[in-house]
C-alpha cells in the first residue's frame, strides 16, 4: 500500500518535517534562531551530496530555473555588497567576519531554501501537515500563554546560554510567555517569535499554508492555530494581510475567465462612483491604523526618515556596511529597522535594494501570471504576496529562520512551472 501523501519518504522530508513540528521545544531551548540557518545549509549539502550520487538531481542544477538563480544571485551579491560597504568605512577584519556571519544566517537563507525546495523531493503536502501539527501543539499550550500575566508568571522565563553563538539580540534566545504593551499596561504575545508583529507575519504564512492541508481536521486546527496567533500578536498588518491576500490570489487565479470580466466591469462602474468615498472612508482607516499604536508608528516613522537622509547623505551606493543604534527620540532601536526596504538602502546602499527587489518582483510578477496555472501556483503566489507585504513592515532576512517553509515551497513551485513550460514547449 502506498505510504499517505503527508508521510514524510525522503531524507529532506523526514528534516523539515522535523524541524517544524519542534518548533515549541526548540523555542523552550531557544534553539530556534540555530535551527533555521543549520537546516538551511544542511539541507544546501544534501543537495549536492544527491546531485553527486544521483544524476537525476545533477540534472536538475542543470535545469534550475532563471527566477532560481535571481535569488542565488542577489543573496550572493549581498555578501560582496556587505564586504564593499566595510572597506567603505574601514570596519576592520573582525566585523567584517561577524557581518559575514550574519549573511549566512538571513540573507543566504532566502536563497538556500527556494534551492533546496527545487532539487529535493519534498512534497507540499508533508509541509501542510507539519504545520497543521504545529498548529495542534499549539492549540494545546494556548491556555498556557493566556493565563500567564494574569497567574503571575514572568514575562520571560529565561534567556538560553545558545545565544552565546551570536545573534542580534538575546530576544531571539530568549523563552518569552508574553509581554506588556507600553502605555496601554495590556498584554501582549509573540509567541515563538522575537517580537509580536513576527508572530503575526508567521500566523499569515501558517493559516495560509495550513488552508491547503487536503485533511479537513488537519486543515481546520492549523487555520484556527493561526489565526489565533495573529489576533493575540496584535498585529496591524497581519489582520491586512489575512484581509487582502486571499481575494488578490483568488482573483488573478482566475483572470483567465470570462466571467470575471464580466462581474469586473460593472464593479469598476461601481468603483468610479463611490470612489471617492470610499477614499475618504480608506483614509480615515489609515489614520485610526496609525493612531492605535501611535508612539510605535512615530519610531517607525522616524526609523525610516533618519535611514534615507543618512543613505543619501553618506552611503548612497554600497550603504554603511553594518547597523547602527538610533538616537534616543527612537528608543535607540535599530536605523531601518522595522522595514526591509530602509534597512538595506542604511546597511547596503541602492545595490542592496535592487539585489533584493529583482528577484522579488521578478518572482510576484511570474507567479501573478501563473497562478491561472494551478492551485500550487496561487499558494506560490500568496507566499510571495506576504514577503512583499512585510518587507514593508519587517527586516526580512532577520526572520527567515522562522518562515523558510514559505521559501522551501517557493522554490518547488517555481522549479515545476519551469519544468512544465519546457514540457509544453517540445
Same mark, same amino acid.
Given at each position: 500500500?502506498?505510504?499517505?501523501?503527508?508521510?514524510?519518504? %525522503?531524507?529532506?522530508?523526514?528534516?523539515?518535517?522535523?524541524?517544524?513540528?519542534?518548533?515549541?521545544?526548540? $523555542?523552550?531551548?531557544?534553539?530556534? =534562531?540555530?535551527?533555521?540557518?543549520?537546516?538551511?545549509?544542511?539541507?544546501?549539502?544534501?543537495?549536492?551530496?544527491?546531485?553527486?550520487?544521483?544524476?537525476?538531481?545533477?540534472?536538475?542544477?542543470?535545469?534550475?530555473?532563471?527566477?532560481?538563480?535571481?535569488?542565488?544571485?542577489?543573496?550572493?551579491?549581498?555578501?560582496?555588497?556587505?564586504?564593499?560597504?566595510?572597506?567603505?568605512?574601514?570596519?576592520?577584519?573582525?566585523?567584517?567576519?561577524?557581518?559575514?556571519?550574519?549573511?549566512?544566517?538571513?540573507?543566504?537563507?532566502? #536563497?538556500?531554501?527556494?534551492?533546496?525546495?527545487?532539487?529535493?523531493?519534498?512534497?507540499?503536502?508533508?509541509?501542510?501537515?507539519?504545520?497543521? /501539527?504545529?498548529?495542534?501543539?499549539?492549540?494545546?499550550?494556548?491556555?498556557?500563554?493566556?493565563?500567564?500575566?494574569?497567574?503571575?508568571? &514572568?514575562?520571560?522565563?529565561?534567556?538560553? &546560554?545558545?545565544?552565546?553563538?551570536?545573534?542580534?539580540? &538575546?530576544?531571539?534566545?530568549?523563552?518569552?510567555?508574553? %509581554?506588556?504593551?507600553?502605555?496601554?499596561?495590556?498584554? /501582549? $504575545?509573540?509567541?515563538?517569535?522575537?517580537?509580536?508583529?513576527?508572530?503575526?507575519?508567521?500566523?499569515?504564512?501558517?493559516?495560509?499554508?495550513?488552508? /491547503?492541508?487536503?485533511?479537513?481536521?488537519?486543515?481546520?486546527?492549523?487555520?484556527?492555530?493561526?489565526?489565533?496567533?495573529?489576533?493575540?500578536?496584535?498585529?496591524?498588518?497581519?489582520?491586512?494581510?489575512?484581509?487582502?491576500?486571499?481575494?488578490?490570489?483568488?482573483?488573478?487565479?482566475? *483572470?483567465?475567465?470570462? $466571467? *470575471? $470580466?464580466? @462581474? +469586473?466591469?460593472?464593479?469598476?462602474?461601481?468603483?468610479?462612483?463611490?470612489? &471617492?468615498?470610499?477614499?475618504?472612508?480608506?483614509?480615515?482607516?489609515?489614520?485610526?491604523?496609525?493612531?492605535?499604536?501611535?508612539?510605535?508608528?512615530?519610531?517607525?516613522?522616524?526609523?525610516?526618515?533618519?535611514?534615507?537622509?543618512?543613505?543619501? +547623505?553618506?552611503? =548612497?551606493?554600497?550603504?554603511?556596511?553594518?547597523?547602527?543604534?538610533?538616537?534616543?527620540?527612537?528608543? =535607540?532601536?535599530?536605523?531601518?529597522?522595522?522595514?526591509?526596504? =530602509?534597512? @538595506?538602502?542604511?546597511?547596503?546602499? @541602492? +545595490?542592496?535594494?535592487?539585489?533584493?527587489?529583482?528577484?522579488?518582483?521578478?518572482?510576484?510578477? #511570474?507567479?501573478?501570471?501563473?497562478? /491561472?496555472?494551478?492551485?500550487?501556483?496561487?499558494?506560490?503566489?500568496?507566499?510571495?504576496?506576504?514577503?512583499?507585504?512585510?518587507?514593508?513592515?519587517?527586516?526580512?532576512?532577520?526572520?527567515?529562520?522562522?518562515?523558510?517553509?514559505?521559501?522551501?515551497?517557493?522554490?518547488?513551485?517555481?522549479?515545476?512551472?519551469?519544468?512544465?513550460?519546457?514540457?509544453?514547449?517540445?
Amino acid at each position: 500500500m502506498a505510504a499517505p501523501t503527508d508521510h514524510p519518504q %525522503t531524507p529532506a522530508e523526514r528534516l523539515i518535517s522535523v524541524a517544524i513540528q519542534s518548533t515549541w521545544l526548540l $523555542w523552550l531551548l531557544g534553539g530556534l =534562531y540555530i535551527a533555521g540557518p543549520v537546516l538551511g545549509w544542511v539541507l544546501l549539502l544534501l543537495a549536492c551530496w544527491q546531485a553527486y550520487v544521483d544524476p537525476t538531481v545533477g540534472a536538475r542544477f542543470v535545469r534550475l530555473p532563471l527566477l532560481i538563480w535571481l535569488w542565488v544571485i542577489g543573496m550572493a551579491a549581498m555578501l560582496l555588497i556587505l564586504w564593499i560597504g566595510h572597506a567603505n568605512f574601514d570596519l576592520g577584519t573582525g566585523k567584517t567576519i561577524k557581518s559575514s556571519i550574519g549573511w549566512a544566517k538571513g540573507w543566504a537563507l532566502i #536563497a538556500l531554501f527556494p534551492l533546496a525546495g527545487a532539487l529535493l523531493q519534498v512534497r507540499e503536502q508533508v509541509i501542510y501537515r507539519a504545520i497543521c /501539527r504545529l498548529g495542534l501543539q499549539t492549540l494545546v499550550l494556548l491556555p498556557l500563554f493566556l493565563a500567564a500575566p494574569f497567574i503571575g508568571l &514572568p514575562e520571560t522565563l529565561w534567556v538560553s &546560554p545558545l545565544k552565546i553563538v551570536g545573534g542580534p539580540g &538575546p530576544e531571539y534566545f530568549a523563552t518569552t510567555l508574553y %509581554t506588556i504593551e507600553p502605555g496601554a499596561g495590556t498584554p /501582549r $504575545w509573540q509567541f515563538f517569535a522575537p517580537w509580536s508583529p513576527a508572530a503575526g507575519m508567521i500566523a499569515v504564512i501558517y493559516v495560509l499554508l495550513a488552508a /491547503r492541508d487536503k485533511s479537513g481536521t488537519w486543515r481546520t486546527v492549523g487555520i484556527i492555530a493561526g489565526l489565533m496567533l495573529a489576533l493575540l500578536s496584535q498585529s496591524r498588518l497581519a489582520m491586512v494581510a489575512l484581509i487582502v491576500i486571499p481575494p488578490i490570489v483568488w482573483g488573478l487565479g482566475r *483572470i483567465d475567465k470570462a $466571467w *470575471i $470580466w464580466f @462581474l +469586473a466591469a460593472p464593479a469598476m462602474v461601481l468603483l468610479g462612483i463611490v470612489g &471617492p468615498a470610499l477614499l475618504e472612508f480608506f483614509e480615515a482607516l489609515m489614520s485610526d491604523f496609525s493612531a492605535a499604536r501611535a508612539d510605535s508608528s512615530r519610531v517607525r516613522e522616524t526609523l525610516g526618515r533618519i535611514a534615507i537622509e543618512r543613505w543619501q +547623505a553618506e552611503a =548612497y551606493w554600497f550603504g554603511h556596511g553594518i547597523v547602527e543604534n538610533g538616537p534616543h527620540l527612537v528608543e =535607540y532601536m535599530p536605523i531601518g529597522s522595522h522595514h526591509s526596504w =530602509y534597512g @538595506l538602502l542604511f546597511v547596503k546602499g @541602492l +545595490a542592496g535594494a535592487v539585489a533584493l527587489a529583482i528577484p522579488l518582483f521578478s518572482t510576484l510578477l #511570474a507567479l501573478a501570471w501563473g497562478a /491561472r496555472e494551478g492551485s500550487a501556483e496561487r499558494m506560490a503566489l500568496a507566499m510571495t504576496l506576504t514577503l512583499v507585504l512585510y518587507s514593508f513592515g519587517e527586516n526580512l532576512e532577520i526572520l527567515a529562520y522562522l518562515f523558510w517553509p514559505a521559501l522551501v515551497l517557493l522554490g518547488k513551485v517555481l522549479a515545476q512551472e519551469d519544468s512544465q513550460k519546457g514540457k509544453s514547449e517540445a
